[in-house]
């Protein structure tokens, strides 16, 4: 256990920040930390299996790959499962499910090529130990991972249980919530300096706040939850319990305020309860109020990080989306486009202030009549988005105004 191949997938654009995680939490570098497609792999051992499930708040899952082979058909993916040594993870006590990916695989039939896996784990038990584990494709002990490209099948292991996004504090949310885990990406990308106060004026039920008065509290993401290593054969509790109580013991008070805000009154409620499940009351502050009236929250310039309203969550905010050209818009009621406004209130009110807009809406920098300075490239579920910075100038308006050619 001195010695296993680890996958951590993540979210498209969301790769090289979770590399960085990774090397902070582990030391691990070289050809022993490569940055992949879709996730980080890794050489590391089994406590950096329990650190990363406790620490990381970018990757999706912590899997321990178990096998890497070619492959031309469905017997060739029951040859290499059957190869695996299953009973050393897991017994025949546990249920299992197996769940497959692919991409430009040759095979018809992806159900077939998982049912085939499926059979040669419980062959394989019934060989060594005369029974067989159940399957349980809802509330399975084990989960199996299989991918396909077009010539190799990777087997792993889940060793996370929930995905990881999945905290243990948010259970208060309203409409598309954005995801603990992409709340992270967006502070790592910003670059943070915990030193200096954050700011969500769009803050919904509280998850970039939260996740960021985490982050300058250094309380672990994992710290409140379960995690599906706790039911494999190799777990050590003792081992697991040393680390969190290591990870509790680095708390500390966090250098500067983290602040939220949300027209929706509701939302700042059900934000406050998360607060205080997430353990960080103290650390974060919640106030009601219009992102396009709320002036800056404390005297002294810091950072905005905002997932602005579209769709649904446009109609809890108090202001009303509509479809232009396929693309969803946000307007104020007076029919007045909501990130224009957002702009000018920026501008005038919020002088030495860096804000990062995560938005699908590749055009939207010319919309608010700003200039990037700087976007990242980041993926929400399915959708293509962009993290755009624009650094607030006293004046800028007024600037853009005049360099702006005649008829723009």
Same mark, same amino acid.
């Given at each position: 256990?001195? =010695?296993? @191949?680890?996958?951590?997938?993540?979210?498209?654009?969301?790769?090289?920040?979770?590399? #960085?995680?990774?090397?902070?939490?582990?030391?691990?570098?070289?050809?022993?930390?490569?940055?992949?497609?879709?996730?980080?792999?890794?050489?590391?051992?089994?406590?950096?299996?329990? +650190?990363?499930?406790?620490?990381?708040?970018?990757?999706?899952?912590?899997?321990? @790959?178990?096998?890497? /082979?070619?492959?031309? =058909?469905?017997? &060739?993916?029951?040859?290499?499962?059957?190869?695996?040594?299953?009973?050393?993870?897991?017994?025949?006590?546990?249920?299992?499910?197996?769940?497959?990916?692919?991409?430009?695989?040759?095979?018809?039939?992806?159900?077939?090529?998982?049912?085939?896996?499926?059979?040669?784990?419980? #062959?394989?038990?019934?060989?060594?130990?005369?029974?067989?584990? &159940?399957?349980?494709?809802?509330?399975?002990?084990?989960?199996?991972? /299989?991918?396909?490209?077009?010539?190799?099948?990777?087997?792993?292991?889940?060793?996370?249980?929930?995905?990881?996004?999945?905290?243990?504090?948010?259970?208060?949310?309203?409409?598309?919530?954005?995801?603990?885990?992409?709340?992270?990406? !967006?502070?790592?990308?910003?670059?943070?300096?915990?030193?200096?106060?954050?700011?969500?004026?769009?803050?919904?039920?509280?998850?970039?706040?939260?996740?960021?008065?985490?982050?300058?509290?250094?309380?672990?993401?994992?710290?409140?939850?379960?995690?599906?290593?706790?039911?494999?054969?190799?777990?050590?509790?003792?081992?697991?319990?040393?680390?969190?109580?290591?990870?509790?013991? @680095? @708390?500390?008070?966090?250098?500067?305020?983290?602040?939220?805000?949300?027209?929706?009154?509701? !939302?700042?409620?059900?934000?406050?309860?998360?607060?205080?499940?997430?353990?960080?009351?103290?650390?974060?502050?919640? +106030?009601?109020?219009?992102?396009?009236?709320?002036?800056?929250?404390?005297?002294?310039?810091?950072? !905005?990080?905002?997932?602005?309203?579209?769709?649904?969550?446009?109609?809890? /905010?108090?202001?009303?989306?509509?479809?232009?050209?396929?693309?969803?818009?946000?307007?104020?009621?007076?029919?007045? &486009?909501?990130?224009?406004?957002?702009?000018?209130?920026?501008?005038?009110?919020? /002088?030495?202030?860096?804000?990062?807009?995560?938005?699908? &809406?590749?055009?939207?920098?010319?919309?608010?009549?700003?200039?990037?300075?700087?976007?990242?490239? !980041?993926?929400?579920?399915?959708?293509?988005?962009?993290?755009?910075?624009? #650094?607030?100038?006293?004046?800028?308006?007024?600037?853009? #105004?005049?360099?702006?050619?005649?008829? =723009?």
């Amino acid at each position: 256990m001195n =010695s296993l @191949q680890l996958f951590l997938p993540c979210a498209a654009g969301v790769e090289g920040f979770l590399a #960085d995680e990774v090397h902070r939490l582990t030391g691990l570098a070289g050809d022993d930390l490569l940055t992949g497609r879709g996730g980080v792999l890794l050489r590391a051992a089994w406590r950096d299996v329990l +650190r990363l499930n406790l620490h990381s708040r970018l990757a999706q899952r912590v899997l321990v @790959q178990l096998a890497h /082979a070619p492959y031309r =058909s469905e017997a &060739d993916l029951y040859a290499a499962a059957a190869g695996v040594a299953w009973e050393l993870w897991f017994s025949t006590r546990d249920s299992f499910k197996v769940e497959i990916t692919a991409q430009h695989s040759p095979l018809k039939s992806l159900n077939f090529a998982a049912l085939k896996i499926k059979d040669a784990i419980a #062959d394989r038990f019934r060989d060594k130990q005369g029974a067989r584990p &159940d399957v349980d494709t809802q509330r399975p002990t084990v989960r199996i991972y /299989a991918h396909l490209t077009s010539e190799q099948v990777s087997l792993y292991i889940d060793t996370s249980g929930e995905p990881l996004f999945k905290r243990g504090w948010r259970e208060d949310k309203g409409e598309a919530p954005l995801k603990e885990t992409l709340a992270a990406a !967006m502070i790592a990308a910003s670059g943070w300096d915990a030193a200096v106060p954050l700011y969500d004026p769009c803050c919904g039920s509280g998850t970039i706040a939260i996740e960021a008065a985490q982050v300058a509290c250094n309380i672990a993401p994992g710290q409140g939850r379960r995690f599906g290593f706790e039911r494999l054969l190799p777990h050590q509790p003792h081992v697991w319990q040393g680390l969190r109580e290591e990870a509790k013991a @680095q @708390q500390r008070a966090p250098q500067a305020p983290v602040f939220g805000s949300d027209v929706a009154f509701r !939302m700042v409620d059900f934000a406050a309860r998360n607060a205080e499940r997430a353990g960080v009351t103290h650390a974060v502050q919640l +106030r009601g109020g219009d992102a396009l009236q709320r002036l800056p929250p404390g005297d002294t310039p810091g950072v !905005m990080l905002v997932n602005p309203p579209y769709g649904e969550r446009i109609e809890t /905010a108090g202001v009303a989306g509509r479809s232009q050209g396929g693309r969803e818009r946000a307007q104020v009621e007076d029919g007045a &486009d909501f990130f224009a406004q957002l702009a000018a209130h920026w501008k005038k009110h919020y /002088a030495g202030w860096t804000a990062w807009v995560l938005t699908p &809406d590749l055009k939207l920098p010319s919309r608010m009549r700003l200039k990037e300075s700087r976007r990242v490239p !980041m993926w929400n579920g399915p959708i293509e988005c962009r993290l755009f910075r624009f #650094d607030m100038v006293r004046g800028s308006a007024r600037r853009q #105004d005049a360099d702006a050619p005649a008829g =723009s």
